[in-house]
């Protein structure tokens, strides 16, 4: 290890932390100076990466789920050779620069997660573990190990106070996932005051009490960062790797290290003293020619190191076409199209069946026609039924396995998905119900605004589940889904519906979905061709019943009161229309014309009814029309009988549409 030389670029990667939150006039200094040897150690030591080739499948991760801390990340992506050049530093936080205030997945090479929102990237690390050692069971074989890398993931006290990093660290310690390193950065301090006013747990037997391999070094102490991660990586004992690194924070600012006012940009008024006391020059974002140069050849020799592995990964190829096939169909992007996956799900059964039960279906007739699609639930596949028959669970033993057992740990769960989705290749999805969606509603919003091809199945939809009573009766849960930018949120009314809503869930190519099902039975829509149905759902809304004569008034559903507007139709005879609303996303972008030809303008009398809150359904009804929902907390009776006293019926509907008519 060259010390004088990584020395000199943790100081520049400090004067280039200083000089962008000081261009700036916001961002955070504190980590990006207390890291700084880190920093070194990882992007010139410990990792492996081609920064030419960023998607080079057997790279390590690096997730920084400390993204207040972005400039770190950015200064090292810049010094090691990633498409990342001095301009974007400058920029840093200014309008479409690639260096975002948090690092976004997607916007810049290099970044493996969105993360910021504290506790998040430590789940995202742990999916990717999964991930690989999912991977590594399924396409490895004796003779050519594709897959051999690590995940190393750097947090701070704010992660590690989080829930979400415990439920995710549990979940990694017991399945043994020892492709995973996390490094903590413990300075003592956090936003408001030093952490001693928040926390006082003995933080190495916390982790090794719950399987973890623990290590403590002086994080400023080069040798020290590169053995321990060394001593981690080496490690063959079936365990997850803590490196709790004892900084310094804001290291670099005398006004301001050690202290909590280094934790945002308070340090950066006294850039040009800090500048000076590191020895940089008067010159701002300052690297030096001979650290550019030791991080080009060692670029050189990271080239020359993937071309090895690419040279073992076309003999793999060779010797394995089958499993070659499905790998690169899933690196390319490669996906069966909606109607290959509509033919791969067998018509669905006539008799009364919860959307949960078809759900079960539907998913296990795709996973023999998707082979990388994985499942989860939160310790409710008993309730949530998405388990794939003869797929095997996830274990330390059998990590080929494609059902994961989150246990009670929602939040991780989401944030576990999120990762497995991050690294790519798997299509995986996790399972609750929608009255906990609440617990995990940070990941999935992250998932949307990261663009992640994951989804929910967010079971036990409403009300209608009964006898347990408003604390597990979803009413705001839906539209509450609805509201974030990017989710497809399906309800479907029956089984035809369910299957393709799956279908849409797993070809949506720029986000996520919420797949909302009901635990009570419903009947099956047997009057509308099954193929309607189906296809309805992907384009998010159709006209499931045809009124004859002239048009007077729309009925508008979804899920399990698709069946009411039916009935009232039929009893308010001619000129009723039934549309069915499963998604609202997929309804919204369709073009006008062809929402106009579903809603027709000229026709205001309009009604919608669904089992929750009533307001997005304005949008659709006007204000001539009216909404049935259910703008309360719900009721502990039976299901139908709940339905019924919050008007949840056909009688409803009609009594509705007869005061709109007149």
Same mark, same amino acid.
């Given at each position: ?110 970044? !493996? ?7 998040? @990237?430590? #789940?995202? *690390?742990?999916?990717?573990?999964? &991930?690989? $050692?999912? /991977? ?118 005398? !006004? ?7 934790? @945002?940009? #308070?340090? *950066?008024?006294?850039?040009?003293? &800090?500048? $000076?006391? /590191? ?127 989150? @246990? ?255």
């Amino acid at each position: 290890m060259n010390h004088d030389i990584l020395s000199k670029a943790a100081t520049q990667a400090r004067g280039l932390a200083i000089d962008a939150v000081h261009a700036a006039g916001i961002g955070h200094l504190g980590l990006p100076l207390g890291a700084a040897e880190i920093g070194a150690v990882l992007f010139s030591e410990s990792l492996e990466f081609d920064p030419t080739t960023p998607k080079w499948l057997n790279r390590d991760r690096f997730v920084l789920s400390a993204g207040h801390g972005s400039m770190f990340l950015y200064g090292w992506l810049h010094l090691s050779g990633y498409n990342l050049p001095l301009e974007e530093i400058k920029n840093f936080r200014q309008l479409h620069s690639i260096t975002p205030g948090h690092p976004e997945f997607g916007e810049t090479d290099g970044v !493996e997660s969105t993360t910021g929102p504290l506790g998040q @990237g430590v #789940g995202n *690390a742990v999916g990717m573990a999964v &991930a690989e $050692k999912h /991977l590594q069971a399924r396409f490895n074989t004796p003779d050519h190990k594709i897959l051999d890398h690590h995940v190393i993931c750097l947090a701070g006290d704010g992660c590690l106070q989080e829930g979400v990093a415990m439920e995710a660290m549990s979940f990694a310690g017991h399945f043994g996932l020892d492709n995973l390193i996390l490094i903590y950065d413990s300075n003592d301090v956090t936003l408001d005051a030093m952490a001693e006013a928040t926390q006082s747990e003995v933080v190495d037997a916390k982790y090794v009490a719950v399987g973890w391999e623990v290590q403590t070094i002086d994080g400023h102490d080069l040798d020290a960062v590169a053995k321990a991660v060394a001593k981690a990586k080496a490690a063959d004992n079936g365990k997850p790797h803590l490196i709790i690194a004892r900084t310094e924070i804001g290291r670099g600012i005398p !006004e301001v290290a050690g202290t909590s006012k280094a934790h @945002g940009e #308070g340090g *950066a008024k006294f850039a040009e003293a &800090a500048r $000076k006391g /590191l020895g940089l020059p008067e010159e701002t974002f300052y690297v030096s020619e001979d650290v550019r140069a030791f991080f080009a050849k060692k670029t050189e020799a990271r080239i020359a190191e993937r071309k090895e592995w690419d040279g073992l990964f076309h003999a793999w190829k060779a010797a394995n076409p089958a499993k070659a096939e499905l790998l690169e169909s899933a690196l390319s992007g490669e996906f069966p199209s909606a109607d290959e996956l509509l033919g791969a799900i067998p018509a669905q059964p006539e008799k009364a069946a919860a959307t949960r039960s078809s759900g079960g279906d539907v998913l296990n007739s795709l996973a023999e026609a998707l082979p990388l699609l994985i499942s989860g639930s939160a310790d409710l596949h008993g309730s949530t039924k998405n388990y794939i028959n003869n797929g095997g669970d996830f274990t330390r033993e059998n990590p080929a396995g494609r059902n994961l057992l989150f @246990g009670i740990r929602e939040h991780g769960m989401g944030a576990i998905v999120n990762g497995i989705a991050y690294y790519g290749i798997l299509q995986p999805s996790g399972a609750t119900f929608l009255a906990f969606s609440d617990y995990m509603r940070g990941a999935v919003r992250l998932s949307a605004l990261s663009h992640l091809r994951n989804f929910q199945i967010f079971t036990h939809d409403s009300v209608g589940v009964g006898e347990d009573g408003p604390t597990h009766q979803p009413v705001e849960q839906t539209s509450a889904l609805r509201l974030i930018p990017n989710l497809d949120v399906i309800r479907p009314a029956d089984a035809e519906e369910t299957a393709g809503a799956f279908v849409a869930a797993l070809t949506n190519p720029s986000g996520p979905t919420s797949l909302i099902l009901t635990r009570q039975n419903l009947p099956q829509m047997t009057g509308i061709a099954a193929d309607t149905r189906r296809r309805g759902v992907l384009q998010g809304g159709y006209i499931a019943r045809k009124e004859s004569g002239d048009l007077r008034l729309i009925l508008i559903s979804s899920g399990s009161e698709l069946q009411h507007a039916m009935a009232a139709a039929d009893e308010l005879g001619d000129g009723v229309r039934v549309v069915s609303l499963p998604s609202l996303h997929r309804f919204n972008k369709l073009p006008k014309e062809q929402r106009d030809e579903i809603l027709p303008p000229a026709c205001r009398k309009r009604i919608a009814i669904e089992a929750g809150v009533s307001d997005l359904w304005y949008q659709y009804v006007g204000l001539d029309g009216v909404v049935l929902g259910i703008d309360r907390f719900g009721l502990s009776a039976p299901g139908d009988t709940v339905m019924r006293e919050l008007g949840m019926t056909s009688d409803a509907v009609v009594s509705a549409a007869k005061a709109l008519l007149g």
